[in-house]
């Protein structure tokens, strides 16, 4: 849980000194290779990147450490945490509003976690366990794109929303797969499929939270990819690699949970100084 958190935090951190760096270009031109060498050369985008990369190696050793059922939860605190930094780093005033989001947020994970208590598993998915999971999450994802472009209006953004929840989702399933091979057999990673997918499933899903936010309003596509996401990962973990969360009437708890967190994140959504921050 600890690392997770790190990882929500780097991320957080990663969104905001990006987002200063892009600030400091000439809003007038627009953006391009011109743009991309003026970012390289500024400290603040490189220290961005940094705290990406470091995102990325917290939840690689969280995923190693702890279930997706839990992992991928607790990385919806990105958003408040992003909430959290955006006067430090880019200044502005958070207000009442703002906070009680986060306090909706932190008390629904609490919720969540404490209700489903996830617990490790020890299954290692066959091949054929991961070729039914990849062709179901790219035919879901697929689906969801083409009713999004065929339907249009305020469901858009929703739509490829959950989309991109279920492609970062995956990608993390990879990255906790990853890890296993590196624990067991180090050797073999380099020529395993799994880093390789990973690395494939990863940018796709950043192609696909690009073409997220572009899509609409924020406050539609933020609650949709933030729920998506950890929702899939639970369903990977306990589908794949035989993780457990409590059932019966503890289910009734877990979705409260859930509900309190997509509340929480509707109300971050509508924030005005999240809606100037681009969100990862």
């Known amino acids: ?70 992992v991928q939860p607790v990385l919806v605190t990105e958003l408040p945490f992003t909430l959290v930094l955006i006067p430090l780093i880019l200044g502005g005033h958070v207000g009442r509003r703002p906070w009680l989001a986060v306090a909706a947020m932190t008390g629904g ?77 180090p050797g073999s990673l380099v020529t395993s499929w799994q880093p390789y997918a990973m690395v494939v499933a990863g940018l796709c899903s950043l192609f696909l939270l690009q073409l997220t936010f572009r899509s609409g309003p924020l406050v539609v596509a933020q609650p949709a990819l933030t729920i998506s996401d950890p929702v899939a990962g639970i369903l990977y973990g306990t589908l794949m690699f035989g993780e457990d969360v409590r059932s019966g009437p503890w289910i009734v708890l877990e979705a409260a949970g859930i509900g309190v967190i997509f509340l929480g994140t509707v109300m971050l959504a509508r924030t005005p100084l999240l809606k100037d921050s681009p969100s990862t």
């Open 109 to 185: 994970l609490a919720i969540f976690l404490l209700s489903a208590a996830p617990s490790v598993g020890h299954d290692r998915p066959s091949t054929e366990v991961w070729a039914l999971a990849a062709t179901a999450t790219v035919g879901a994802i697929f689906g969801l794109c083409a009713v999004a472009y065929l339907f249009g209006g305020r469901g858009r953004p929703a739509l490829f929303g959950v989309a991109t929840g279920f492609g970062f989702a995956f990608t993390a399933a990879l990255i906790k797969e990853s890890t296993m091979i590196l624990e067991s057999d």
């Open 1 to 70: 849980m600890v690392l997770a958190l790190l990882a929500a935090a780097s991320n957080a951190a990663a969104s905001n000194l990006q987002r200063q760096a892009a600030l400091s270009l000439p809003q007038q031109e627009e953006f391009g290779p011109r743009q991309v060498l003026a970012l390289v050369r500024r400290p603040v985008w490189l220290a961005g990147i940094a705290a990406l990369i470091g995102g990325f190696v917290f939840q690689a050793a969280a995923l190693a450490t702890g279930p997706l059922a839990l």
